[in-house]
């Protein structure tokens, strides 16, 4: 079993930034795939990057604005939020693949203003 807890949502402006935080528990390591993904309102998850054995890789769509990052000393990964756009108007989630299963957060809520 692994919890993730998401944080750092809220209120940003467009063309502003914030900073998302993960912090995992449980059943984890560095060998365990990480991802970002967000959800903007439709019944899908749109994947945002994954983060595995120190290398990350994004979705094309996300044009280099945002950038993962992960601590495994403290099983956290960051979203750094650039250049935010009304349309990243989403709940973001992360999730973790251990033992074969996809665990994911709550989910943290953006909302970028234009």
């Known amino acids: 079993q692994v919890q993730l807890v998401e944080s750092g949502g809220g209120l940003a402006q467009a063309g502003g930034s914030l900073r998302l935080s993960c912090v995992g528990s449980g059943a984890m390591s560095a060998t365990n795939p990480m991802g970002w993904h967000r959800q903007r309102g439709g019944p899908e998850r749109e994947l945002i990057g994954l983060t595995s054995y120190g290398v990350t890789t994004y979705n094309p769509s996300i044009e280099g604005r945002f950038t993962i990052s992960r601590d495994d000393a403290k099983n956290t990964v960051h979203l750094q939020l650039d250049s935010l756009r009304p349309e990243d108007t989403a709940v973001y989630y992360c999730?973790?693949?251990?033992?074969?299963?996809?665990?994911w957060g709550q989910g943290t809520q953006v909302t970028v203003s234009s």
């Open positions: 999730s973790i693949v251990s033992f074969m299963q996809r665990y």
